[in-house]
């Protein structure tokens, strides 16, 4: 059977993907995924085969497990084995069989899991395939102002969206994603990406922009901007990364990204109202910065 090969482009890397169904492309994909329409002889940057198995995977090592998924140390590295909620049996595994190419094998009757973009991009693991490209998601609203890159991060409920709407209505910046950034280093540059996955937000736009500011949201009674340290910043951007913590090579290429970062872009502890004011007071601080 002749595969369909789709391209999808997160944070300026190429993936290859190649199935053995038509993949139905929802909302979260639209900017990001598509049937391939660049020459075969040009190399993605990292290739997934989704493929059907009569068989489970014989699995070795179990070093880590959750609800929906496993993980496996293997000879080829780590695989990671979908499991039902419900029945707990496994369904599906995501298996290296080298460093930038996968095999994301199913059962046959579990088509319907992975027939969806939003499935398929879930299942290829977004977070490694930006590890290996200098890359980690954040967890924060990615906005474009001016042309600078501005992400506002916090635990869920402290305000990154009420934030990111004030700057929409008072500054007209754009939101490129509500809820996730996709952030990397090319060639010295560190620059914030909008990713297929959004949280609540619903905004998943292929954008990105140089990194002007991070901030680091809390709520307060008035508007208090504070410097942090490359340290306290590093503490503060650690906890609102996505991190695999059975994997140490993952967690100390993550530690370096993050320590170059705060060594390179501004971050801002910012105590605010959620009002105008607080557009108005953070605005004078990135003009001041940036020397516009």
């Known amino acids: 059977m002749e595969k369909n090969r789709y ?6 890397v190429s993936i290859g993907i190649k199935t053995d169904f038509d993949v139905l492309i929802g909302q979260e994909g639209e900017q990001f995924f598509c049937r391939e329409s660049i020459p075969t002889n ?23 497990d959750e609800d929906e998924f496993f993980i496996y140390e293997t000879e080829f590295g780590f695989t990671r084995q979908f499991t039902s909620i419900i029945s707990k049996k496994p369904y599906a595994w995501l298996t290296p069989y080298n ?12 088509e319907e899991d992975f027939k969806y973009s939003k499935n398929i991009l879930e299942g290829i693991n977004i977070e490694s395939i930006l590890n290996k490209f200098n890359g980690f998601i954040l967890h924060s609203s990615f906005i474009n102002w001016q042309n600078n890159g501005i992400l506002f991060s916090a635990p869920s409920g402290t305000g990154k969206s009420t934030q990111a709407d004030l700057w929409n209505k008072h500054e007209n910046a754009e939101i490129i994603n509500g809820d996730r950034a996709g952030v990397r280093n090319v060639d010295g540059v560190w620059s914030a990406y909008g990713l297929p996955v959004a949280g609540s937000s619903g905004i998943y736009k292929n954008k990105k922009a140089q990194i002007s500011h991070i901030i680091v949201l809390r709520q307060g009674t008035e508007n208090k901007l504070t410097r942090l340290s490359p340290r306290d910043a590093f503490i503060k951007i650690y ?20 320590s ?11 105590e605010c109202l959620p009002d105008e ?8 601080q990135i003009i001041k910065d940036n020397k516009l």
């Open 7 to 12: 391209y999808v482009s997160i944070a300026d």
């Open 42 to 64: 040009i190399k993605n940057d990292i290739s997934f085969n989704i493929q059907k198995t009569d068989n489970p995977l014989i699995m070795g090592n179990k070093i880590f």
């Open 99 to 110: 460093e930038y190419n996968y095999n994301l094998s199913y059962l046959s009757g579990r």
């Open 239 to 258: 906890s609102e990364t996505t991190v695999h913590t059975w994997d140490d090579e993952f967690q100390n290429n993550i530690l370096n990204m993050i």
């Open 260 to 270: 170059d970062l705060v060594q390179n872009v501004p971050v801002y502890l910012y």
């Open 277 to 284: 004011s607080a557009v108005e007071f953070l605005k004078e």
